[in-house]
Nanobody
Framework: QVQLVESGGGLVQAGGSLRLSCAASGRILTIGTMKWYRQAPGTQRDMVASISRGGTTNYVDAVKGRFTISRDNAKNTMYLQMNSLKPEDTAVYYC???????????????WGQGTQVTVSS
């Protein structure tokens, strides 16, 4: 069974920084694309950034130049460095991974439980 566990959320003042981590476990061999999503109260869950297994990255315009996504394939871990945070970045942040190959078979997609990020003005 594949599990994704996020950590690193918290409360920060506007202009501050946070680093989120997403650790995958479950007899994993390889992971395809990994993504960060966020969901503010009353809104839909939207993708923030993605990174392929080879390291190709994509960002939504709202976070370009402020957020950096990265991953360590050897550790099955993904990161999101968030700088110059704004109150509108406040949300629950979720990690997502697809095309996960494990010793017990393949998993199409997995989600983490989410971590709260709150940016005060």
């Amino acid at each position: 069974q594949v599990q994704l566990v996020e950590s690193g959320g918290g409360l920060v003042q506007a202009g501050g920084s946070l680093r989120l981590s997403c650790a995958a476990s479950g007899r994993i061999l390889t992971i395809g694309t990994m993504k960060w999503y966020r969901q503010a109260p009353g809104t839909q869950r939207d993708m923030v950034a993605s990174i392929s297994r080879g390291g190709t990255t994509n960002y939504v315009d709202a976070v370009k130049g402020r957020f950096t996504i990265s991953r360590d394939n050897a550790k099955n871990t993904m990161y999101l460095q968030m700088n110059s945070l704004k109150p509108e970045d406040t949300a629950v942040y979720y990690c997502n991974a697809d095309h996960i190959a494990t010793r017990a078979g393949s998993v199409f997609e997995a989600w983490g439980q989410g971590t709260q990020v709150t940016v005060s003005s």
